[in-house]
């Protein structure tokens, strides 16, 4: 179990809800210290905790247990279109003008590091 990418994970869907640690542990019935510890992996989560957890921040345990960016695609389009779903078509453009400029990016630097 990797305890730092599911704590990453957990900060993630925490700050897309628009929850601070305090109100996410409130709504779960754990200290915000906790929701912090869990969240740098300073310490193990019980699973009734996961639950609660992921019930609250409305996703599936199986996506923040997913170790695999590969086996999770489909979750982060869901990600995707949650933070578009609030965006003006402006934003919307910024947006995707951005996001190719960065996979372009990528790719040409995949193609640099494999020659």
């Not at 993630?12 to 779960?28: F, N, T, Y």
């Not at 170790?67 to 982060?76: A, E, R, V």
Request: proline share 2%.
């Amino acid at each position: 179990m990797d305890y730092v990418l599911l704590g990453q994970k957990i900060r993630a869907a925490r700050i897309a809800a628009g929850l601070s640690q305090e109100q996410l542990a409130e709504m779960v019935g754990l200290t915000s210290q906790h929701i912090s510890h869990t969240e740098v992996a300073s310490t193990k989560i019980s699973l009734p905790s996961l639950i609660k957890i992921a019930n609250a921040l409305h996703t599936s345990v199986d996506r923040l247990l997913s170790d695999s960016i590969h086996d999770s695609k489909s979750y982060l389009m869901d990600d995707v279109q949650a933070i578009f779903s609030d965006c003006d078509p402006d934003e919307m453009y910024v947006m995707l003008e951005a996001a190719n400029a960065v996979k372009k990016s990528i790719r040409v630097r995949k193609l640099k590091r494999a020659d």
